[in-house]
Nanobody, 125 residues
Framework: QVQLVESGGGLVQAGGSLRLSCTAS????????MAWFRQAPGKEREFVAA???????YYADSLQGRFTISRDNAKNTVSLQMNNLKPEDTATYYC???????????????????WGQGTQVTVSS
């Protein structure tokens, strides 16, 4: 059982930045893929970004340029740097873990095995 612990959510004004982090209890397990999804009130959960333990990155087209995903393999931590935040970025952000990086597309929730509890991001206008 993999546990994912998220941190870094909060309230920020439009134009501001936040950095989310997710640490996975995976020891030396490799390779893997970790991702961020988000769910706004009344909407379906959507893909934000993903990264493999090799460093390959994936982004939702609409977010690339403002969001940057990175990983620290030594700490089993993935981070999401979010800049120039907009009110429409308000959502609960979820970390996800895939033990088999061959399972694609990366944007599909079902291709992830474990999920964090979510961290709230609220962007005020």
């Amino acid at each position: 059982q993999v546990q994912l612990v998220e941190s870094g959510g909060g309230l920020v004004q439009a134009g501001g930045s936040l950095r989310l982090s997710c640490t996975a209890s995976i020891g030396t397990f490799r390779p893997y893929r970790m991702a961020w999804f988000r769910q706004a009130p009344g909407k379906e959960r959507e893909f934000v970004a993903a990264i493999t333990s090799f460093g390959r990155k994936y982004y939702a087209d609409s977010l690339q340029g403002r969001f940057t995903i990175s990983r620290d393999n030594a700490k089993n931590t993935v981070s999401l740097q979010m800049n120039n935040l907009k009110p429409e970025d308000t959502a609960t952000y979820y970390c996800a873990f895939a033990a088999d990086i061959r399972r694609e597309p990366v944007v599909v929730e079902g291709n992830y095995d474990y999920w964090g509890q979510g961290t709230q991001v609220t962007v005020s206008s």
